[in-house]
């Protein structure tokens, strides 16, 4: 089995095992790395070193579920700023491809400003439709932000995305 083939086989079930159940959007600041991220739920958080573009990474995940939506974010620490492309690219091919998603008809997004934080460059940000694991239609919004040497990974999946749901998650973004 290729390294790509074992992280979207871990990658969205995993995501999905962490989500811990909340009956409204209630926001609060969740740490990682050295970013400040909102999560509309209390995080639970798992670790694991994956594969991507040919080079193993620690990956620090956390995530939850609220509204029916589940919140994402991971970190991959790279180190080597010459290899981030490629992990972004091995990344973005493993979510898309763990929903089964029509990479062709995926939407290319405008990525939010984050002037406020120092160094954080947007990689891709992108919206598309696929298939849950179990079955069933979802949505996701997804991004790639760069800081250093480490790749964050923001996704939120659900049946239907609204604004309420991915505004405050993908900007509001800020330093510890």
């Known amino acids: 089995m290729s390294a790509l083939a074992s992280l979207r086989r871990w990658l969205l079930p995993a995501a999905l ?3 811990a159940c909340s009956p409204a959007l209630n926001w609060r600041q969740a740490p990682l790395g050295g970013l400040n991220f909102s999560l509309p739920c209390k995080p639970d958080r798992a670790q694991r070193t994956v594969n991507l573009g040919d080079r193993d990474v620690a990956l620090e995940m956390q995530g ?7 919140f ?6 790279v180190g080597d700023a010459t290899a981030i492309p ?13 929903m089964r998603a029509d990479v062709a008809a995926a939407t290319v997004l405008a990525a939010p400003s984050h002037a406020g934080v120092p160094g954080l460059a947007s990689a891709a940000w992108l919206r598309a439709a696929g298939q849950r694991p179990q079955g069933g239609e979802v949505q996701a919004q997804l991004a790639w932000l760069v800081m250093g040497g480490d790749v964050y990974h923001l996704a939120v999946y659900a049946d239907t995305l609204g604004a309420d749901m991915t505004e405050p998650f993908f900007t509001d973004i800020t330093l510890p």
């Open 86 to 98: 490629g992990v972004v690219q091995a990344w973005r091919a493993s979510a898309l491809a763990a």
């Open 64 to 70: 939850c579920e609220a509204q029916g939506a589940l």
């Open 17 to 19: 095992a962490l989500a």
């Open 72 to 77: 994402a974010i991971s970190r991959a620490r």
